[in-house]
Structures are given as structure tokens and as C-alpha cells.
């Protein structure tokens, strides 16, 4: 396990990179929190959990299965996009590489030596100029992987105010304090977006349209990590549950850009996986 400075400085990095605009709020949260995030050895399962009043515990083996579970999301949305301008049919083969891609990951014994077969390493961005896709996706799995976090971010949150499920909580407790954290999440991202753009001098809709794919990302990448677990259990609600709240946080009763993109990603993805949730 590292939990060293250098993985300390990573996290905020990754925060900042999200949100800028809440380096106030992220110094509070450290402080109020006493936060401490602890880098483990892939050993076994995923790990992405927080508890113990200050631990976010993490392995690579879940930051890179939201990272090629963005290109895939990116891939997922480019097949039905392209299929609809062209008028053909969609052709899943590169998806369907793609999200085998990601359970090999998620479930190889180590996960770092899965090829990942052509997409850059995790926090590595291909050039905007030769490669727009590549880095569009590499930054939206920034996104997706750091809402992560801040969900984590707020069970440690729920526990310090008294307010976390217990053991012995009913199924229900469990599910709402989920949903809780997701919205935490969502919401610390969205929130002052406004300001940032404001800050940069940048279009507010496009930084709002970016953040919010992210998180929709971010549901797609939820969605592969449980595959082909998306039903309620005893601890979490059904990603379908998780992904409408998401929903009406991120884009309410409208459809917007976001939105739309991640229909048409849940689509296709619909089509390789049929009993996935959607949007």
C-alpha cells in the first residue's frame, strides 16, 4: 500500500483537474476530513471505497478499467453516431474489443501487464491536433475517475456527521446513502461551473457540456465494472436506479448535448450487452 505524498498530490491534482474552481472547498474537505488516500496493491477484486472516518482506499486495477471504460464510452457513441450520418448499420467490432478490453482488467491477476492494445496509459493524453479522439476520451476519463473519487469522497463525509449506514442497516439505508454520494459527486463538479468558465473566460455551456459528459462517462464506466451485476444488492441500489438519479442531477427534464451522447453510447452498448441499463 502507498499512501505517501506523491499519492496525496495525485489525487488533489486530479480534483483541481476536474473543478478548479473549488480549491477552496477541496482545502476544506482535506482539513475537516483529515483525508487520506491510500494507494493498494491490485490483489484481488476492484477497490474503490471509502470508510474508516478518513480512508479513500483505490487500486489501479479499478482507475484503469474507467479509463478504457471511457474509450469504449467514447467508441460506444461514435458507433451509433457514425452508423446514423452515414445510414449504415453499426459496426461494434472495435467496442466489443474495447469492453472485453476492460473486463480483462477487472479481472486479470495483475492488471497492469493487460496490453491495452493500442490507448494510451492511464494519465497519458495523445495530442488534440493529431488525435481529438483519443484525448477527448483520455479526458473525460479524468472526469470519470475523479466523480469516482468524490463519491468515495462523501461516505467518509456521511461517517465523520453521524449519518453512514451501519452493518445491520436495512438494504433500503444503504441504497440511499449511495445515491447520496453520487449526488455529492455529481453536483461538485456541476456546481460552479458558471464560475470557472467565467474565471477562463470560456463558453459556459461547452465547459458545462464537457463536465457533464464526464460524469455520464462515469456511468458508463459504473456500468462495465458491474457487468453483468446491475440489479439491486444488498449494499447498492440497481445502476439503472443510479444512473436516472445521475440523470436528473446532470441534465433534468431536458436533452441536452450530454444527454444525447450518452443515449446514443448506452445504445450501442445496448446492442452488444442487451439486458445493460440505459438512458
Same mark, same amino acid.
Given at each position: ?121 492511464? /494519465? ?5 491536433? *493529431?488525435? $481529438? #479522439?483519443?484525448?477527448? %476520451?483520455? =479526458? +473525460? ?20 456527521? /453521524? ?5 445491520? *442497516?436495512? $438494504? #433500503?439505508?444503504?441504497? %440511499?446513502? =449511495? +445515491? ?100
Amino acid at each position: 500500500m502507498r499512501n505517501d505524498a506523491e499519492v496525496q498530490r495525485a489525487v488533489k491534482a486530479q480534483f483541481l483537474g476536474i473543478a478548479p474552481e473549488r480549491a477552496g472547498d477541496l482545502e476544506r474537505l482535506w482539513s475537516e476530513c483529515d483525508l487520506q488516500f491510500n494507494l493498494l496493491e491490485d490483489e484481488g477484486e476492484v477497490v474503490m471505497e471509502g470508510g474508516a472516518y478518513r480512508f479513500v482506499r483505490f487500486n489501479h486495477r479499478a482507475l484503469r478499467v474507467i479509463w478504457v471504460s471511457s474509450f469504449a464510452a467514447w467508441e460506444a457513441f461514435k458507433c451509433s453516431a457514425d452508423a446514423a450520418n452515414q445510414g449504415t448499420t453499426r459496426n461494434h467490432d472495435k467496442l466489443k474489443i474495447l469492453l472485453e478490453l476492460a473486463l480483462t482488467i477487472r479481472n486479470a491477476p495483475n492488471p497492469e501487464e493487460v496490453p491495452l492494445l493500442g490507448l494510451p496509459e492511464p /494519465g497519458v493524453f495523445p495530442d488534440a491536433e *493529431s488525435e $481529438p #479522439e483519443l484525448r477527448a %476520451a483520455s =479526458e +473525460l476519463a479524468v472526469f470519470a475517475s475523479g466523480w469516482a473519487m468524490l463519491h468515495e469522497v462523501h461516505h467518509v463525509m456521511h461517517q465523520r456527521e /453521524g449519518t453512514a449506514y451501519t452493518y445491520d *442497516s436495512p $438494504p #433500503e439505508d444503504k441504497w %440511499a446513502e =449511495e +445515491l447520496s454520494c453520487d449526488s455529492f459527486a455529481t453536483l461538485f463538479v456541476l456546481e460552479n461551473a458558471a464560475d470557472y468558465a467565467q474565471m477562463t473566460e470560456q463558453d459556459s455551456a461547452l465547459v458545462l457540456r464537457k463536465r457533464s459528459m464526464g460524469i455520464y462517462f462515469a456511468m458508463f464506466a459504473l456500468t462495465v465494472l458491474a457487468h453483468d451485476q446491475w440489479s439491486d444488492s444488498p449494499t447498492h441500489p440497481a445502476v439503472q436506479k443510479r444512473m436516472n438519479a445521475t440523470r436528473n442531477h446532470v441534465s433534468g427534464d431536458a436533452i441536452d448535448d450530454a444527454l444525447s451522447i450518452a443515449a446514443l453510447a448506452f445504445s450501442s452498448l445496448e446492442d452488444v450487452w442487451p439486458s445493460v441499463p440505459k438512458y
